[in-house]
Each structure stands twice: as C-alpha cells, then as structure tokens.
C-alpha cells in the first residue's frame, strides 16, 4: 500500500516524535509513506484568519503537488493539516471564484488542481485499510493492563471527517483495544485542548488542558493517548503551569503510534517516547509474548 | 470592551443600551455575502453555539450574541470584541448548530476583516501571532515553531519569556528546541503564486444604498 505524506511543520519540530513513531509502524505494517516534494505548510488556523484566498492558495499547492505524484491518497498526520487540507477541497469545490483564483495562482508555477485526492487521516488508513485484524496480528507485547484514555481533539472529527463519528469517535478506541490495551470511557474525547490559546491567552487556553488532564485521571487512565501535535504539546509541556494554578495533574500524553510501536516490539528510543515531558513509565514485564 | 481575564475576577452582567446611530449599516450582508456566511440569515438565537463553546466564558459576547450583533450591524462592536480571537475553531458550534450556519467560518469572516481595518485590540497576542504566522509562512514555505513563539514574545509579550525558562529548558531536553528555520526549496515560487491574488480585483462588497 502505498500513500502520498504530508508530514506539516509540526511533525519536523515540536511534534517530531509523532513522525518518528508513524514512520516505523506504517513500515511495519506495510504501508509506505512517500512524502510529497518540497510541501508548504498547510496555512493552519492562523493564514485562514488573515487572508482567506491566500490560505487557500497555500493549501491547494500541497494537493497540486499530490496529483503530480501519482494517483496515491494524500495521508496528513496532523489534525490541523487534516482539516485544511479538507476544508481547500471543500472550498474549491463549492467557490468557482475560488477555483479560478487557484487555478491563476498554481498556474504560475505549472500546477494545476483537478481535486481528485483523498485526503485521510493515519486513523483511517489504519482501521479501514490496513484493517483492526492486520494490526491485531502484528502485536507481538499486548498492552494488557494499561489504561489509555483516547483524545481525539476537535480538528479531525469536526467538521470534514468522513470515517468516524464527530462527538463520539471511535476508531481510536478499537486500535487501542486491539492492541490489547484497556481503554478507558472519556467523554471529553473530543473536547478542544485549548490550541494556540495556551500560549497567547493562558487562563483561558491552559484551563481547558488541566480540565482534560484531570478527567482522565478521575476517571483512572495510566497514558492519555493523542493523534495530534498541538493536543500532544499542550497535555504534556504546561504541567509546570498547571500544577501552580490549579494543582498537580501529571499524567503522560503520548501518540497513538507510539503506543502501537510498543505493542509492535519496536524499541520505546525508537519511537521517540523520550521526547515527553511527562514520561511514560516502561510497560509492565510482558506477559509470555504470543508466537509472532 | 475586554473582559477582565484575570483568574478569580468576578463575572459582570453587562446591560448596555445600543443606540441606532452605532450601526454600520450593511455590514451585516457584507459578511453574509463572504463564501460560507450566508446561512447567517437563518439564524433563530437559540444559544446551541455558546453552549457548546468552550471559550464563551471568557468572551465578552458570546457566540450566540456576535451572530446578532452582525445581523443588526453593530460592526466596531464585534470587530473590537475579543469573542472573535478567543474561538480556537473547534468547530463544536458549527457541528451543532441546529440551523447549519458555519459559526467557525462566520468568526473567521471576523477576524480577517478586523485585522485588514487594524481594529483589534493593541499587542493583543492572538493576532499579533496569526500576523508573525502568516509573515514566516510566505517567505519560508514553513513554520519553525520554536522560532514562531520566540517572535511573538518578542512582539506581545515579553514577560511571557521569563515565565517560561521551565518550558524552554524542557523543549531543549527533550530535543524538540528547533532553531534552525524550516524553509521550501521554492519559496520564490510561492511568493509568486500568493502575490497573484492581490492583482485580482475582490468581490465588491454591497454599498451602503444597496443594503438600506
């Protein structure tokens, strides 16, 4: 199986970790991820709140550059990317104004936009491509015992997704469970982390980090389990803050293909599970390993 | 008017009589009239948007009231209002507006207008960064975020660096202290392709007459 891959800023720096572990479970898997040719940054929500056709300009140069590749679908990690890269398509097909105005812009460096890439989410790609049975197979050290409390965030589900529900997601829960791991009910799965606001307005942003840090531990979670770099960033590297306004609530947030590499048998050094602030504690000893 | 954001600062009922002659009249359509605002006009009140935004508590008006306030043209007072920059576009209100208006699009609608008439709120951080964002993006093609922050420090809020040493010191740890900038091999290329839309003329916007 082979995709198109659109890393975004996030994933070369802050996120990095994110990458090192998508990488080598994909591999893993069987899924290779070409990543596209000189991308640009996908615009986020701060160009959308500045100059719109220009965002959407930025954007759709990504997904030119995707049907230039070949005829692969597009797979964005980042939720931020997930949704722009979804909400360009929509735009474009719904603006004619909008069309031309792309078509202009791309046409100065010998682009062209046609619309026709799918752009999907690693999840997807996981649960319906590659399929729950595929990953059940490949778990060589089940995460038995472990109580992982799955973290959505909004930009993923809401509004453009197509392959989970937007209030009650699931498909995170079922890799988990297939993983062995015990997954821990969490209503507020898809509840906003605060984004950029944790750095810009801290009362307001960093208030709906400690909210979400502090259910998970009510509701007794070892590991928050996240897919998106900025989700990841803010549950784990304002515990300083948090801790002195409201109280302590460590609780280590890791990527879910970080835990899938652990399940995998892949070196915790090599899923960059030492980038966290708040570590993970190793695994319990396994349990005898089931024959690969 | 800002709303105090200071922890443990009381929350104050505000009444405030609007006066005819505050309206900006048409500014209401011309926000309609932006690609994907138009449903504005179905709107019924019903308050589903505040409910479920989880930042309407630090606005000074809530989603439900910037919906009405667009409608009836109070232009400046939405413009200055801080509701707009506070939405972290979630889109929780836009998946359950019973009416299908796409609040997340509308207060985006907001937010370009105000930062084009510079009407935000002096080094008010939120569009300070979503300017620095843009700036980094369409001379290098990327976003080195380490690099990103230190700029809006810079340019918002320089107490926000010594609060944060823990935070810088973690980041350097941890290996995620990027400082070499991320850039496009054809960044001049980009340049050139964002610069087409300048020269095309914008959707003019409906003239006062036109909307009395």
């Not at chain 1, 097909?93 to 078509?103: C, F, K, N, Y």
């Not at chain 1, 089940?142 to 699931?170: E, I, M």
């Not at chain 2, 630090?58 to 939405?78: C, G, N, T, W």
Request: overall charge positive; charged content about 20%; some cysteine.
């Amino acid at each position: 199986m082979i995709y198109s891959y659109f890393p975004g800023c996030s994933l070369k720096g802050l996120g990095r970790a994110y990458e090192e572990s998508l990488l080598p479970v994909m591999r893993h898997l069987g899924v290779e991820l070409v990543e596209l040719e000189d991308w640009n940054c996908c615009g986020a929500t701060a160009y959308m709140s500045v100059d719109e056709r220009k965002a959407c300009v930025l954007a759709a140069r990504n997904l030119a550059i995707a049907e230039k590749a070949g005829p692969h679908d597009l797979v964005t990690p980042c939720s931020a990317c997930y949704l722009v890269l979804n909400k360009t398509k929509h735009q474009l097909q719904d603006s004619e104004q909008m069309r031309a105005t792309v078509q202009t812009a791309l046409g100065t460096a010998g682009l062209t936009y046609a619309g026709n890439t799918p752009v999907r989410h690693p999840l997807d790609v996981l649960v319906h491509d590659v399929g729950l049975d595929v990953v059940k197979e490949r778990v060589v050290r089940p995460l038995t015992g472990l109580k992982v409390a799955p973290y959505y965030g909004c930009q993923v589900v809401r509004p453009y997704a197509t392959f989970d529900d937007a209030w009650n997601p699931t498909t995170m829960d079922r890799l988990l469970a297939a993983l062995g791991a015990e997954v821990v009910d969490f209503p507020l799965k898809t509840k906003c982390c605060g984004a950029s606001l944790t750095g810009t307005l801290p009362e307001a942003g960093l208030r709906l980090s400690y909210i979400l840090l502090k259910e998970a531990k009510r509701r007794g979670a070892d590991v928050i389990a996240t897919i998106c770099p900025l989700c990841q960033f803010n549950l784990d590297a304002y515990h300083d803050k948090l801790a002195k306004r409201w109280g302590p609530v460590r609780i280590p947030t890791v990527y879910i293909t970080q835990l899938m590499g652990l399940a995998f048998g892949i070196p915790a050094e090599e899923l960059g599970l030492n980038r966290c602030f708040v570590p993970m504690k190793p695994l319990p000893a396994a349990p005898a390993p089931a024959p690969a | 008017m800002q709303a105090d954001l200071r922890p443990g600062a009381p929350t104050k009922v505000r009444r405030t009589i609007k006066y005819e002659s505050e309206r900006v009249k048409g500014f209401g359509r011309e926000v309609m009239a932006v690609p994907g605002c138009d449903q504005l006009v179905r709107c019924i009140q019903c308050g589903t948007c505040s409910g479920t935004c989880p930042l309407s508590v630090y606005m000074d008006h809530s989603p439900r009231q910037i919906m009405a306030l667009v409608r009836a043209d109070f232009k400046d007072e939405v413009l200055r209002s801080n509701s707009i920059w506070l939405c972290a576009s979630c889109y929780a209100c836009t998946v359950e507006c019973p009416r299908e208006i796409r609040i997340t699009d509308i207060m985006y609608a907001l937010k370009q207008r105000a930062i084009k008439e510079r009407m935000y709120p002096k080094r008010f951080p939120i569009p300070v960064l979503a300017r620095e964002f843009t700036n980094m993006v369409s001379k290098k093609g990327r976003i080195t975020e380490t690099l990103l922050v230190m700029r809006l420090f810079m340019k918002a809020n320089l107490l926000a660096v010594l609060s944060s040493w823990r935070q810088g010191i973690g980041l350097v740890r941890t290996g995620r202290f990027v400082l070499r900038q991320e850039r496009i091999e054809h960044s001049a290329e980009l340049a050139a392709m964002l610069a087409t839309t300048d020269s095309q003329a914008e959707p003019a916007p409906k003239t006062n007459q036109e909307a009395a």
